[in-house]
């Protein structure tokens, strides 16, 4: 394929990336190639969040190909979430003023509670919308949503945060990768994901501390944001691992739900009795 100056790229197919990603290698050189991805692109790589990007052009096709830096590295391991690494750059980008800004003028999208609801709920398998629990949360999850939730400064998000989405470099350099998903919204949707997959329930308090939030910033109202995010992305990652064919991690993420949404009720049927 002639790209960029007329060199002629061979395109290998990348794993796990729906024809979307391909290792472009000219005679020595090597490019990481994608199909269409967010314009946001170019402000995370001058940054430093992404590898960086070399080119942009438009196909024959009128598709977009960006070509970025190829890195020789290796992705992150489940058991690596836990790095201080991992927190910083979500921190970085949660933080970033600069980087939300960019994102509203390329035409960011805004993701408020409904939004997840209506994402859930888009090409859902009907074995999914039968399932009795997962009916039960969703009800709960709509009910749920008031005044709270909108009265939240929100963030850039990553929006699809897992270890197979962290590149660690030869150099202890890590970059965060597939921004497709990216959106300004709670920044605690962006948080649940990453500890529904990664940290048990009873560690989840001592690692928000360890993020930065103080005993102060543990109200009621982050307390129900909490629970509405991490039920929210369960029924995601469900659905995820469903189409995916992951019976293992739709299954040990069925326990999670339930463990969480029965919590969620017994403290109600609590303040009713009281």
Same mark, same amino acid.
């Given at each position: 394929? /002639?790209?960029?100056?007329?060199k002629?790229?061979?395109?290998?197919?990348?794993?796990?990336?729906?024809?979307?990603a391909?290792?472009g290698v000219n =005679?020595d050189?090597?490019?990481?190639f994608?199909?269409?991805?967010?314009?946001?692109?170019s402000?995370?790589?001058?940054?430093?969040?992404?590898?960086q !990007?070399?080119?942009? #052009?438009?196909?024959?096709?009128?598709e977009?190909?960006?070509?970025?830096?190829?890195?020789?590295g290796? !992705?992150?391991?489940?058991?690596?979430?836990?790095?201080?690494e991992?927190?910083?750059?979500?921190?970085?980008? #949660?933080d970033?003023?600069?980087?939300?800004?960019m994102?509203?003028?390329?035409?960011?999208?805004?993701?408020?509670p *409904? =939004?997840y609801?209506?994402?859930?709920?888009?090409?859902? /398998?009907?074995?999914?919308?039968?399932h #009795?629990?997962?009916e039960?949360v969703?009800?709960y999850l709509?009910?749920?949503i008031?005044? +709270?939730?909108?009265?939240?400064?929100?963030?850039?998000c990553?929006?699809?945060?897992?270890h197979?989405?962290?590149?660690?470099? /030869?150099?202890?350099?890590l970059?965060?990768?597939?921004?497709e +998903? *990216?959106?300004?919204?709670?920044p605690?949707? =962006?948080?649940t994901?990453?500890l529904?997959?990664?940290?048990?329930p +009873?560690r989840?308090?001592?690692?928000?501390k360890s993020?930065?939030?103080?005993?102060? =910033?543990?109200? /009621?109202r982050?307390?129900?944001?909490?629970?509405?995010?991490?039920?929210m992305?369960?029924? !995601?990652?469900?659905?995820s691992?469903?189409?995916?064919?992951?019976?293992?991690k739709?299954?040990?993420t069925? !326990?999670?739900?339930?463990?969480?949404?029965?919590?969620?009720?017994?403290?109600h049927?609590?303040?009713?009795?009281s």
């Open positions: 394929m /002639p790209l960029n100056g007329n002629k790229w061979t395109l290998y197919p990348l794993r796990g990336s729906s024809g979307e391909f290792m =005679d050189e090597r490019v990481f994608k199909k269409n991805t967010s314009p946001f692109i402000t995370l790589s001058a940054i430093g969040l992404v590898p !990007l070399k080119w942009t #052009q438009r196909t024959y096709s009128g977009v190909l960006t070509a970025q830096e190829w890195i020789d290796q !992705l992150l391991q489940p058991c690596h979430m836990e790095k201080h991992v927190t910083q750059i979500i921190k970085f980008y #949660q970033n003023q600069f980087l939300l800004e994102l509203s003028q390329v035409g960011g999208s805004t993701k408020r *409904v =939004d609801i209506d994402e859930y709920f888009y090409d859902l /398998p009907q074995a999914l919308a039968n #009795q629990l997962f039960a969703i009800t709509e009910q749920s008031d005044d +709270s939730f909108y009265d939240v400064e929100y963030t850039v990553h929006g699809d945060l897992n197979n989405n962290l590149i660690l470099t /030869p150099q202890e350099e970059f965060l990768v597939d921004w +998903s *990216v959106c300004i919204s709670d605690l949707s =962006d948080l994901m990453l529904c997959q990664y940290f048990s +009873s989840w308090y001592s690692w928000f993020f930065g939030y103080e005993t102060t =910033d543990f109200t /009621p982050f307390y129900k944001r909490v629970e509405w995010y991490s039920l992305n369960c029924l !995601l990652l469900i659905k691992y469903f189409l995916s064919n992951h019976s293992y739709m299954n040990e069925i !326990l999670l739900l339930r463990a969480i949404y029965r919590s969620s009720q017994d403290k049927n609590k303040k009713a009795r």
